[in-house]
């Protein structure tokens, strides 16, 4: 109760499409975007694509249809916020 703390290492574990992914991601990207060092391990099926699909639209308030077809502009896009 009240984030994380330097150093520490969470694992978020679940059953399967109750969103551990796009949680995860969105955190570490915020915590990224205030400058903090971040390591993200996705052990699953998800590859680069859709990492940046994911993160893209959590990030950008885009939705996965439109990060899909612009995914080289919203991968610019995504470089300059994070």
């Known amino acids: 109760m009240g984030g994380f703390s330097r150093g520490e290492m969470t694992i978020i574990a679940a059953k399967s499409g ?3 992914s796009l949680l995860s991601m969105q955190l ?3 915590m990224a975007t ?3 060092k ?3 391990f996705c052990l699953g ?3 680069i694509k859709d990492f940046i ?3 893209s639209a959590t990030m950008l308030g ?3 249809a439109d990060v899909y077809t612009n995914l080289g502009a919203a991968y610019s896009n995504l470089s300059k916020v994070i």
């Open 18 to 20: 109750v969103g551990k």
């Open 28 to 30: 570490a990207a915020d």
């Open 34 to 36: 205030r400058g903090e």
């Open 38 to 40: 971040v390591c993200y």
């Open 45 to 47: 099926d998800m590859n």
């Open 53 to 55: 699909v994911r993160l």
């Open 62 to 64: 885009m939705n996965f």
